[in-house]
Every structure is written in C-alpha cells, then in structure tokens.
C-alpha cells in the first residue's frame, strides 16, 4: 500500500515519520536483523517544515542518513528521497554536529533535522527556482542566526570538490546574504 501524496502538507509529514517506524521495526523483525536503533536525518524542505516554517506542500521527504539494510521499497512507500545521501557536498562539512532531534516517540528511529543555516546553504548550493522560492520566505529570514550561518558556507570549502565550485557556491551565498541586508558576513573570495 503506497501512501503516494503529490503534496504533502505538515500532519501528513509527521504521520509518514511514525509509519515508517512502526514498518521499520516489523522489517526488522521479519528480517532478523540485529538493529536496535536508527538514526535518520531529514534535509531539504520537509526540514524547514519541521523547523516550523511554513512554506507550501512539500513533494517528498528528503533523508540524508539511513541504514543500508532498510530497503529502498520500504522508504519510497512514504516518499522517502534517499538521493539526497549520495549529494554530500550539498551540506556543509559540519552538518552533524548541528543537527536537531525531533521530539516523537518511536520505536526504532530518532529523527533529527538540519538546522535552519544548513538547510539555507544547502539551498544555496542546490541553486534551483523553488529554493530560492523558499530562501525568500520572511519566516525563514527572521530565524536565521546570520553568524551561524556565515560558519556553514565557510565550511562548504570542505565539502565542495573543488575550489572552482567553492567560488561559485559563495558568489551565491554573498549574493544571498547581500539582498538580504546583512553584507557584514559577506565572504570575501580567497
């Protein structure tokens, strides 16, 4: 049984999280697995919907991180993107260490979003219409700790393959934080 919604909208967002863990814990069940616990972090815009920004319905749920034994038909039965894993230059270097676990009661998975700063650099880097959609949201610009987010794109110079991609990454961060009022953290170009 799929659960296949074109937009999903908050409620829907969290009822996807606690089935997937109550089919998580039956799949390792059926399977013997020897997993007690999983750790699973959400990017993209189900984390700014998670992080209590409004913004419209989002397609899917973006994971960064999950088991390999989990199998890929068991998340996309919840519009689970697992993609976005294999981009990890997406995200700054340090991501972990800011991570945010969502308060639910699980069974088997902890779920833990972005911050809101790596979620903007992300963003950033991604360089599609509908981010910068979504980095126009006045909810989002109003929360945003602009210092934080000045360590996040710094840290992109590690993430990024190159230091031409990391040229091109700050061209649009500066651009970003420009129009947006605060040139005090501008990057300059190394």
């Known amino acids: 049984m799929t659960y296949y919604n074109p937009k999903l909208e908050e409620a829907d967002l969290y009822e996807r999280l606690y089935q997937l863990d109550e089919d998580i814990d039956a799949y390792i069940d059926e ?46 039965k919840y519009d689970m993107n697992t993609r976005v894993g294999g981009l990890e230059n997406f995200f700054p270097y ?14 088997i998975a902890d779920y833990y979003i972005l911050s809101l700063e790596d979620i903007v650099v992300a963003k950033i880097q991604a360089d599609r219409g ?19 987010l000045k360590i996040c794109a ?11 991609q990391y040229q091109w990454f700050l061209s649009r961060y500066n651009y970003f934080v420009e129009v947006n009022g605060h040139e005090e953290i501008i990057i300059k170009n190394l």
């Open 94 to 107: 340090n991501y972990q260490d800011r991570i945010i676990k969502l308060n639910l009661k699980t069974f």
């Open 31 to 76: 399977k013997n697995l020897k997993i007690r616990h999983l750790d699973i972090v959400i990017a993209g815009s189900s984390a700014l919907v998670f992080n209590n920004i409004h913004i419209k319905k989002t397609e899917d749920i973006d994971i960064i991180k999950i088991s390999n034994y989990i199998s890929e038909e068991l998340l996309e």
């Open 154 to 164: 710094l840290e992109m110079e590690d993430s990024l393959l190159n230091d031409r």
């Open 130 to 148: 509908k981010d910068w959609e979504h980095l126009k949201n006045e909810e989002l610009l109003s929360r945003i700790n602009w210092s934080l």
